[in-house]
Structures are given as C-alpha cells and as structure tokens.
C-alpha cells in the first residue's frame, strides 16, 4: 500500500518539512567549517536530534568526536555539558548530590547541587572509560528524562539529547558498556579515519591561530517545534511491516531468522529496535525533503540502529563475522525479495 504523502501531512507541515530541509543545510554547512569531512556521521547525529534520541560514536582517539559534539552545540542556543568519563567518575558526579550549606542566619541545611546531566546537550566523553555502576547513572535520564537523587526525582529541561563518545573496547582501560545501556542509544555511529585530502585541510584549519566561530541557527523551542513535525511524518503500513520484519530476522530463536544467521547470533534486537527504525525513517525522510518514510529510509538507518542491538557468537568470531556485516547481508536479501 502506498501513501499520498500530500493528504496526509497538513498543508503547514509540507512547509515545515521544506523549511527543515534549508535549516539542516545550513547546519551542516555551520559544522563544515570546523569539522573536515564526516558528513554521514553528521547527518546521522542530525537524526538522532531531530528524532529525539541519543547517539553513541564509536571510533579510536584523535578522530574529532568531541570536537564534533561541541560544535554541534554551539550551533545550537541551548545548555550544554561535557563529562569525563574515568575509572574513578562517581554517580553523583553525573546526576549531582546535597550538600550542606551555611545560610546567612547561620543555619546548616542541605541543598541540592545538580550535576552535569542537567543540561539539554550532555556529551558523555570516553563513556566506557567508567565502570558499570557509573555507567548505569545514565540510563534513567536517558529514557525517563528525569533522574533520582537521595530519593527525589527531578525532571530534566527538554530536549534533552546525549551525545556519547567510545573508545574501541579492545583498548586497555576501557569497560564494556552493558546491553541495557547499549539499548538506550538510537544510532552507534561510527567514525572513520578522513580520506588523505580530507586531512591536509584538518591539518590547515587546525593548526592555525583559532577554529572559526559558528552561527547560532536553532534554539530549544525551535528543536522541540522539529522534533515534534518529525513524529507527524507518515509512515505507510508496508513500511511498518518492513522494519518488523528485519527485526525478527535478527533473532536467532524466532521462525523468521535464515539459516545462515542462527549460529552466527547469540541475542537479536528487541522492539525498541523496531522503533528506532521507523523514527529514524521519519527523520531521514524529513531531512531530505519526502512527505511519507520510504523502504530506503528504513535500510538507510538499519546499520546504525541495529549493530550494536545484534550480539554475535563466538562461531561468529572465529569467522571474522561482526554484527554490522550480518545486519548488511540481512539488507541485501530483504531488498531482493
């Protein structure tokens, strides 16, 4: 079944969509003259903002992840933070804690001090440098959007978006970070090394006298404004059972799985990954000017989606066969069918 896109969004929203494409042009263009290269790994963090998710990228040290963050940020009016993630990084560190204070009638009472994660840009820098009970501080902001300091839940200011950076767990010093939190992520994104051309001009822009200052282009109403035209965009239903599918064929138990996937798979994705799809299929969809998600939106957004939500086996191992290659060989047959 196919959708008339047209009759389906509201005459305002086709403009919003046409408007939001200028808008995300014009961002990229801002990161661009401060970040050589990398436009996927841009325009992937650009869905997971206007999606409303949290991305984690991936990639060895000097690759201009936090350099990316940053200026993401400052393109944006909105409160931004940067944690530090080390082996000695406490939860209260994160989520903030009471302290006792002196008052100027000179009463002792505890006041509460919030901590870096109250902010609508988190970057969490090196997150699998902490341990897992550190770790674990991220996930009830992450899906809640709120935290719970000494029995109090306090609410954070949306949006509310975390941007977390990884080094590869091969590295020494660095903690696995635990399904549970892997899950809480849309997108792993991961972050190549630039092309040789692409380095000489980082290498010209980097180690002259300053980075250019970039234009401030949305602010926090108007990413919510977005975030919210991004959930209107229609979704046919041949989509939706699209997106399911691929998902059940990540599961090695269930009946959809092929042959070949089984004893490659120790864990498939579970439905958050199936509605990760269809946001990320709105967003892509919306960023490149489309009225209704598209079967390529979905499997543009599969990889980042599902490889890190697929656990592989050690047969999988020997055979030199990573997540992100079995979630590749499940596109090329899907699109054959």
Wanted: with cysteine; proline share 6%.
């Amino acid at each position: 079944m196919t959708v008339d896109s047209h009759q389906e969004l509201a005459a305002s929203d086709v403009e919003a969509i046409d408007q939001l494409r200028v808008t995300l042009d014009q961002l990229r263009a801002e990161l661009g003259k401060a970040v050589i290269g990398q436009a996927e790994v841009i325009d992937e963090l650009l869905m997971c903002l206007v999606a409303r998710g949290h991305a984690l990228l991936m990639g060895v040290p000097g690759l201009a992840k936090t350099l990316l963050v940053s200026k993401l940020s400052e393109c944006l009016s909105l409160d931004f933070s940067r944690i530090q993630f080390t082996p000695d990084l406490m939860p209260m560190d994160i989520t903030g804690t009471d302290i006792l204070q002196e008052t100027p009638g000179g009463e002792r009472r505890f006041e509460f001090v919030s901590g870096p994660i109250f902010a609508n840009i988190v970057l969490a820098d090196e997150i699998n440098r902490a341990p897992a009970k550190t770790q674990a501080a991220m996930l009830e902001a992450m899906q809640e959007h709120r935290v719970t300091v000494l029995g109090r839940t306090l609410t954070l200011d949306a949006p509310f978006f975390v941007l977390a950076t990884q080094n590869p767990v091969e590295q020494e010093g660095t903690y696995p970070l635990p399904e549970a939190q892997l899950d809480r992520f849309m997108f792993l994104i991961d972050v190549d090394y630039p092309s040789e051309e692409e380095e000489v001009q980082i290498a010209r822009l980097t180690t002259g006298s300053a980075l250019p200052t970039l234009a401030k282009l949305l602010d926090g109403p108007s990413v919510l404004q977005i975030q919210e035209l991004v959930r209107r965009v229609p979704v046919p239903d041949h989509v939706y059972d699209y997106a399911v599918r691929l998902v059940r064929q990540t599961r090695p138990d269930g009946g959809s799985a092929p042959d070949w996937l089984k004893p490659l798979v120790a864990w498939g994705a579970g439905p958050r990954a199936v509605q990760y799809l269809i946001l990320g299929g709105k967003a892509r969809a919306a960023m490149s000017g489309a009225y209704a998600v598209r079967i390529e939106d979905i499997q543009s957004v599969a990889p980042p989606v599902l490889k890190h939500r697929v656990l592989t086996t050690f047969a999988a191992e020997a055979e030199g066969m990573t997540s992100g290659a079995i979630v590749t060989r499940l596109l090329a047959e899907s699109s054959q069918v």
